[in-house]
């Protein structure tokens, strides 16, 4: 027997619904993910960022103007425990094209990575090929991933402190065979709202530690600092997501992005110009009204009628 939702529940999961729709849909119109025809490959590992990206997926196609079809895929990689009736009852009770994968990636990764070392980089490099193959199989047009906002900073951070790079994880790529296009329309969406949307909607959660193996531990210190900067100083995640969407390359040191070499004075103003002796007017609330909900229709949803 099926236990009601209290009344408040489903007002936060109609707003939490309402919210990822909205960003989903303003993601696929800026970097346009989705066109007429395309058939998309929805990747699916049972955690709860695939299974929202999936359900808020297939409730955008129910209004888009536009027509694409949506054939969710799961990767069984033969973890010890993997439960694999989860995902086949889940997508048959929704009535939806899918394919579970099988292939053994966990016995190659325990026969080549000595014991105690991280397995993950060779394990998602076989993953990784065999979805771009699957893909290639069903003649899909767009992979999608169910990447987050949070999955963006943390990359971008992890980039800086380690790699020496200004690079965060691309909302939209080809993939290095020149093949594919690579997808991520929950690159607007907040972590937390994934967090408590996947719990309201019941998803049948399948826990990603099965192989044994360490999440990336430099990637867990940046999710844990960015937690900790969430909870102290609000609004300052959405203010480095703005970040990544306002780069000045003049006011950056990389040669190769913009000509200093060719820089000349001139008689009209310059609107990269320095102003280094004006105090720095930020617009700090410009980054916390971002944060709050509003039920106003973003004017800049072109492709998907919300
Ligand atoms: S945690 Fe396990 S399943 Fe995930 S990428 Fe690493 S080795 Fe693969």
Redesign the pocket.
């Known amino acids: 027997m099926s236990m009601q939702k209290p009344k408040s529940d489903k007002l936060t999961l109609n707003k939490l619904q309402k919210r990822l729709r909205r960003e989903v849909g303003r993601a696929i119109a800026d970097f346009n993910m989705i066109e007429d025809g395309d058939k998309i490959m929805c990747c699916l590992s049972g955690g709860k960022d695939s299974y929202t990206l999936l359900d808020i997926l297939l409730n955008l196609q129910q209004h888009a103007p536009i027509s694409f079809s949506i054939v969710a895929v799961n990767l069984d990689?033969k973890?010890p425990g993997f439960p694999e009736e989860v995902l086949p009852n889940y997508l048959n009770s929704l009535n939806i094209d899918y394919l579970i994968v099988e292939e053994d990636?966990?016995s190659i990764?325990k026969d080549k990575i000595p014991e105690g070392k991280?397995?993950?980089a060779?394990?998602?490099r076989l993953?990784r090929g065999i979805l771009y193959s699957t893909a290639k199989k069903l003649g899909a047009t767009k992979i999608a991933l169910g990447h987050h906002r949070d999955d963006i900073i943390e990359t971008l951070l992890l980039n800086m402190f380690y790699g020496g790079k200004m690079k965060a994880m691309p909302a939209k790529l080809v993939s290095d065979d020149g093949q594919h296009m690579v997808i991520r329309p929950l690159a607007y969406s907040r972590e937390k709202d994934i967090i408590k949307y996947a719990g309201l909607k019941n998803f049948p959660i399948i826990p990603?530690?099965?192989?044994?193996?360490?999440?990336n531990l430099q990637r867990k210190q940046m999710k844990a600092l960015l937690n900790q900067w969430d909870r102290q100083f609000p609004g300052r995640i959405e203010s480095m997501f703005r970040a990544t969407q306002n780069i000045v390359p003049s006011h950056m040191v990389d040669t190769s992005l913009f000509d200093f070499q060719s820089l000349t004075t001139q008689d009209q103003p310059f609107p990269d110009g320095d102003q280094a002796f004006d105090p720095p007017s930020l617009d700090y609330q410009a980054a916390t009204d971002e944060n709050t909900d509003t039920e106003e229709q973003p004017s800049m949803v072109k492709l998907i009628s919300l």
Not at 208 to 215: H, V, Y
């Open positions: 990689q973890q990636t966990y990764v991280t397995t993950c060779l394990c998602s993953r990603c530690n099965l192989c044994g193996s360490q999440e």
